[in-house]
């Protein structure tokens, strides 16, 4: 199957990526609820994966917090409902005062839903920065 060519889908899952890393900022439940399918695996550079229960109790009270999420280059291929987007990233945490710099790259896969575009799938990769 090939990529479709579809400004508007690619944007708006641009545009519901933007809100994923503004929730998980700003540690927005409700926001994270509604961007995360219920049957994400969302993986980390460390090679820990998280369930949609996991990985918001982690956001919400971990002590590590998310203080910058830059999506650099991103594209989006867009298949029908489903999308896939690639993109290098930097994610600067602070860990109870510990401040840290993830240069990744990132691999997600959106589906859209009646509640809009949500994310099923998230793979990244630790890259030198």
Known sequence: MAADKNAAAEKAVLA???QLSQAQMNRDQAALEK????EIIYSHSSGMAETKEQHIKATMTGPSRYERI???DPKVMVFG????MTCKA????NNQGKKTENHLSMLHT??????????VARWTTRLQP
């Open 110 to 119: 959106w589906v859209k839903r009646g509640s809009g575009w949500q994310l």
């Open 81 to 84: 409902n489903a999308a896939v």
């Open 35 to 38: 961007l995360l399918g219920d």
């Open 90 to 93: 930097l994610f600067a945490t």
């Open 16 to 18: 519901a990526a933007n």
């Open 70 to 72: 830059e999506y650099k």
